[in-house]
């Protein structure tokens, strides 16, 4: 079975400054996407950026980026020149790419809080 | 509306009521996804919908939740019995990918069900 680890529950960050959050997972797969995703206090989850497991380079989306150690299982996001609007629950989660249901697979989050 | 949509926002039942929830997907989107995200955890997969079929149901804790897509639009989640244990927020996600994986899972903002 896969597993996703967030070993940060909470984090903080000066505005502006950059933060990086971490998550490792477990899998026999060799196929499959690796996502962060963000809950702002509304609850609604919104996908902030998507790895697939097959593809070497880094995702980047603006000032977020990834660091995807695939031999290591570890899937890190940086958030640079943090804003407050940053400020929300962020989960790492899995998703096999093989056959089946592609269903997300959440670590616990870690709360992050970008400080004025 | 252009977003996932689910109802009620809030559900308070006594323990042993049977409960309904609903989720009223993007126009058009053709997989939809249940999950239950309890206190400080990470949302976790229930159930899978294409269309009106139910693909996968792993993710049901018990026989006592039942989900239904009878026309391939609006979903509702029934939990009978409830226990204290089912208190958590329920979400709804839908995608235009069959199976949620070329087009990102859009999350609705939840229903907080408490069970007394």
């Known amino acids: 079975a896969q597993t996703v680890t967030q070993s940060q529950p909470e984090m903080s960050v000066q505005e502006a400054e950059t933060v990086t959050l971490s998550c490792t997972y477990d899998?026999?797969?060799?196929?499959?996407?690796l996502f962060w995703y963000k809950q702002p206090p509304s609850r609604q989850m919104i996908l902030v950026i998507r790895?697939?497991?097959?593809?070497?380079q880094n995702a980047t989306e603006n000032r977020f980026s990834v660091n995807f150690q695939k031999a290591a299982k570890s899937f890190s996001l940086k958030i640079s020149d943090s804003q407050l609007g940053d400020t929300a629950m962020y989960f790492c989660a899995f998703m096999r790419g093989s056959s089946g249901t592609y269903k997300y697979i959440f670590g616990t989050g870690t709360r992050l809080k970008v400080l004025a | 509306g252009a977003g996932v949509s689910q109802s009620p926002r809030y559900k308070v039942a006594k323990r042993g009521q049977d409960v309904a929830l609903r989720c009223d997907p993007i126009?058009?989107?053709?997989?939809l996804f249940w999950y239950q995200q309890a206190l400080g955890q990470g949302p976790e997969f229930l159930t899978y919908?294409?269309?009106?079929?139910?693909?996968?149901k792993s993710g049901l804790p018990s026989d006592r939740f039942f989900a239904e897509r009878p026309e391939g639009s609006v979903s509702t989640l029934k939990i009978q019995r409830t226990q204290q244990e089912d208190s958590a927020v329920y979400l709804c996600?839908?995608?235009?990918?069959?199976?949620?994986?070329?087009?990102?899972?859009?999350f609705g903002d939840g229903t907080r069900l408490s069970i007394l």
């Open positions: 899998t026999s797969e060799s196929n499959y996407y």
């Open positions: 996600a839908s995608s235009s990918s069959d199976r949620g994986l070329e087009q990102p899972q859009h």
């Open positions: 790895q697939e497991a097959y593809k070497q």
């Open positions: 919908f294409q269309n009106e079929a139910q693909l996968d």
């Open positions: 126009s058009g989107h053709v997989s």
